[in-house]
């Protein structure tokens, strides 16, 4: 019998440090120095700096494991309709990180339920949200929530990144996923291992969605969804 194997060398996939910040922020469609200043703080003048936000997998090789992406997705969906500044966010954090005793308690299957609630109306307090406020910024938070797929063991195995930028979240289609297991975590189109990169090169260089269709077997939803995608500002 053959043995399998083993590409991680005995590695979580989700651990390994695999994704650059420039990917990652094209990834998770949140810009470079944002990203910079949630992994390796920022300056606050006078001498002080502000503690990151993410702790990437690796520091000194500004490399992010797909736990950070799922992280840095999480952190996105705080940031994305509300004008909320990071140190009061780390603050927030801090109560998860309290709670539920997890170094990554934006990617803990707690997220999902009790902590969700307890980090809105953590930031609620903090800025002083009303309550339409929190209830929009739960549901911002739930729709992000739910394009993290786990496993029977409550681990995020697969992320399914906005595809386009749209106050309609639930609306956005789940065309495309990153799964640290396929294509060494590069976005594909999902149930298959078509990297949209590739499928977005290819039409830039000129050939047809029709005739991407015929080579690939894709739907042209969904290969439409992989070049929005890519070309994404």
Same mark, same amino acid.
């Given at each position: ?5 083993? %590409? ?7 651990? %390994? ?105 953590? $930031?609620?307090?903090?800025?002083? $949200? ?63 291992? %078509? ?31 992989? %070049? ?6």
């Amino acid at each position: 019998m053959t043995k399998k194997l083993d %590409i991680y060398k005995g590695r979580d996939p989700r651990q %390994i440090p695999a994704y650059t910040i420039q990917e990652a922020a094209h990834y998770v469609r949140v810009p470079e120095q944002t990203l910079h200043r949630w992994l390796y703080g920022w300056n606050k003048g006078a001498g002080g700096r502000a503690t990151r936000l993410v702790a990437p997998a690796d520091p000194a090789g500004h490399r992010l494991s797909f736990v950070n992406l799922v992280e840095l997705h999480v952190l996105r969906a705080i940031t994305r309709e509300h004008a909320v500044r990071m140190p009061k966010v780390r603050e927030a954090i801090n109560t998860l990180e309290r709670k539920f005793k997890t170094p990554h308690p934006l990617v803990d299957e707690e997220m999902q339920t009790d902590g969700r609630n307890l980090f809105v109306t953590r $930031l609620g307090k903090l800025f002083n $949200l009303n309550r339409d406020g929190q209830m929009a910024m739960r549901e911002i938070l739930e729709a992000h929530l739910k394009r993290i797929e786990r496993d029977e063991a409550g681990l995020a195995v697969r992320l399914y990144p906005f595809t386009r930028d749209t106050t309609k979240a639930e609306s956005v289609p789940r065309l495309v996923a990153i799964d640290p297991r396929v294509a060494f975590g590069r976005p594909t189109i999902v149930g298959t291992r %078509i990297p949209t990169a590739e499928v977005a090169d290819r039409f830039a260089a000129g050939d047809s969605v029709e005739l991407l269709v015929g080579e690939y077997g894709a739907t042209a939803a969904a290969l439409e969804e992989a %070049i929005r995608y890519e070309h994404a500002a």
